[in-house]
């Protein structure tokens, strides 16, 4: 990704608005943070022409919480997101938010509706194309991808997402396929890795998915690899990964920034 969106400090997440007011198509959202890790904000990159050349923190993101994992929906209108916002009807913790854009600028957040939220924390949504939203509910013990479907304009009852894996692994960053064809999330724990990679799971009907498949050394890398998105016509795998990038010499021991990529989707599904 252009330099507008990958800099010398940590960037992550990433997602793409593809239609929708010319103002902002092609706006791609992200989470950049400090050299620590320590304050974390919630970024918009807009197309100038051919190229991204510049990036804007979002007007709502403040320094008091930590707005991350954004998700735009196709238009541009609608922006998701995890934050540590506090509300007197939502527990503590992280939830799931969205903000709507309209002609006078980004609206007030509010919390998603219906039983999305819990008493667990919930992070890294997606959704189809159908507006079905999948997303990762965890705590201490737990991290797993729960979906619920929109029926007539109210969200269902979320429901765990029923992969043949042993319960006791931990999963997250569920980005769905927009036409709900294929899965593809994180785990460090499914191949008992060191770092965190990506895979893959297709859709067998009924809440039923075949057996995950590793992407491969042409995404995955020793080091961590998260946040997938796949855009929206779904072309386009869109990713995290603190492989070696921009800042190529960073010390021994600690973490290392992430970079956002990108690669076709054809040239990595099964």
């Not at 304009?153 to 036409?179: C, E, M, T």
């Not at 890398?221 to 855009?231: G, L, N, Q």
């Amino acid at each position: 990704m252009p330099p507008a969106i990958n800099s010398s400090l940590p960037e992550f997440g990433g997602s793409l608005a593809t239609t929708g007011k010319k103002s902002h198509r092609n706006s791609f959202y992200f989470n950049r943070t400090d050299s620590l890790r320590t304050l974390i904000d919630l970024m918009q990159a807009e197309l100038n022409g051919n190229s991204y050349l510049s990036s804007t923190r979002l007007p709502f993101n403040t320094d008091s919480y930590r707005d991350i994992d954004p998700f735009i929906n196709s238009d541009g209108t609608i922006l998701y997101f995890s934050s540590n916002r506090e509300q007197t009807d939502l527990s503590k913790g992280y939830n799931l938010w969205q903000v709507r854009l309209s002609d006078t600028g980004w609206g007030r957040p509010e919390p998603m509706p219906g039983e999305i939220n819990s008493e667990q924390d919930e992070i890294y949504c997606s959704f189809t194309s159908k507006n079905d939203i999948y997303f990762t509910r965890l705590d201490k013990h737990s991290s797993h991808i729960y979906y619920s479907l929109l029926k007539n304009g109210k969200y269902s009852p979320a429901q765990k997402v029923d992969l043949p894996i042993h319960d006791s692994i931990r999963i997250s960053n569920p980005a769905i396929a927009p036409d709900h064809s294929f899965l593809i999330f994180v785990s460090a724990q499914l191949n008992e890795l060191p770092n965190a990679d990506l895979y893959y799971s297709r859709n067998l009907g009924n809440n039923r998915w075949s057996k995950p498949i590793n992407l491969g050394v042409t995404v995955n890398t020793s080091d961590a690899e998260f946040a997938p998105f796949v855009s929206h016509d779904k072309k386009w795998l869109y990713f995290t990964s603190e492989r070696p990038g921009i800042v190529k010499n960073f010390p021994i021991g600690l973490r290392r920034p992430g970079d956002i990529y990108r690669i076709r989707l054809k040239n990595i599904l099964p």
